[in-house]
């Protein structure tokens, strides 16, 4: 009994250790990233704000914090109608409905699907970087057979067009954008978008080195590109990236636009953070979750997936080992001495007979 108890004891044992030791490395690379999640969501649960444009909508939703908020369609008169169906459609595929119901007599994916040129391009490469992405992210929900735009000419605009220093379109912020549309295409026999991709990246290591300024919103797309695109911020080629964004932190752990100054929560600021943050927490951008995934529920369930079947493996071979020390190992062992004195009681008198 004492070694079967010292044996469950060990495999208990060693069933926690491999538990905390796949657990420990995650917590300790994603501890600051949440907590500072947490410190805007909780300003804008303490001071009872409600999100009223699509950057927080988008953001808030791919954190989790909206929770089952049933909220309106965004529509902001200050940007143009490219913008505005942009974030109409990432804001329904963030909160799980259909991107291509009418919104005043218009259908947003339709609409966007109108707009690219023969060229391949939706205009300037942010607005292709973004218009095909919202529509990668409609098709990956409307099913394999559904095609809004042609995927094969925007990329190919995006690397024509691609500057000789590496970088797309006018600098640090439009480059993000575009590798985090490209990211989709980071793979595979894709070779002329993967040395893009490379070029990109070199770009953006370029401009740490020399020093370049990044102003928040630069910092935030500029982390969300690299993370989609398999880099790690926290490696020392991207040394102090993410902490960058400590400048523009104000005291509450809300955000600001400018680096230095006195506090002046920012919601734009404050979204462009928790954007970058979730990016490194989840190695993904809301932008990639949405164009693999089409939903972040789905993109929850995709990743927790491996996860939950290394436990049911795990499970089900404790199941298997515990059967087998309780019922499969029933030895009866009889003692030497109980044999020997059965053997000799068997004729009684037989060994006198013998010596007679």
């Not at 691609?162 to 480059?175: E, F, I, P």
């Amino acid at each position: 009994m004492k070694n079967v108890a010292t044996k469950r004891s060990i495999t208990l044992l060693a069933l926690l250790c491999v538990v905390f030791a796949a657990a420990a490395p995650m917590c300790a690379e994603t501890l600051n990233a949440d907590y500072a999640i947490e410190q805007v969501q909780k300003y804008y649960s303490d001071n009872g704000i409600q999100p009223t444009s699509a950057e927080e909508i988008i953001v808030f939703s791919s954190v989790n914090a909206l929770g089952g908020k049933t909220l309106p369609d965004i529509w902001d008169e200050q940007q143009d109608d490219m913008t505005n169906y942009i974030g109409l459609v990432f804001c329904r595929l963030s909160r799980d409905t259909d991107p291509s119901e009418d919104y005043n007599g218009v259908n947003p994916v339709e609409y966007l699907a109108q707009q690219q040129n023969e060229n391949g391009s939706f205009g300037t490469v942010e607005q292709t970087a973004l218009a095909a992405a919202a529509l990668e992210a409609a098709q990956v929900r409307a099913g394999e057979d559904t095609i809004y735009y042609s995927a094969r000419a925007a990329v190919s605009w995006l690397i024509e067009n691609q500057r000789q220093d590496g970088a797309y379109g006018d600098g640090v912020r439009s480059t993000g954008m575009a590798l985090s549309y490209l990211s989709k295409f980071n793979s595979g026999d894709n070779g002329d978008v993967r040395a893009s991709v490379t070029a990109a990246q070199e770009y953006l290591s370029s401009c740490l080195e020399q020093g370049g300024e990044f102003d928040i919103f630069d910092l935030s797309w500029v982390i969300m590109g690299l993370t989609d695109t398999g880099e790690d911020v926290n490696e020392a080629k991207w040394a102090g990236l993410g902490y960058a964004l400590d400048n523009f932190k104000n005291s509450d752990g809300t955000y600001r636009a400018q680096s230095d100054g006195e506090d002046a929560f920012d919601s734009d600021a404050s979204m462009a953070a928790v954007a970058a943050f979730d990016a490194v927490l989840n190695s993904a951008s809301w932008v990639s979750k949405l164009m693999n995934s089409s939903s972040y529920s789905v993109f929850v369930w995709d990743n927790l997936r491996p996860y939950l079947y290394v436990f049911a493996v795990i499970c089900m071979l404790s199941l298997i080992f515990w059967g087998y020390i309780m019922f499969g190992r029933k030895k009866h062992h009889e003692p030497q001495s109980s044999r020997l004195f059965s053997d000799s009681s068997e004729e009684p008198g037989s060994g006198e007979e013998q010596s007679e």
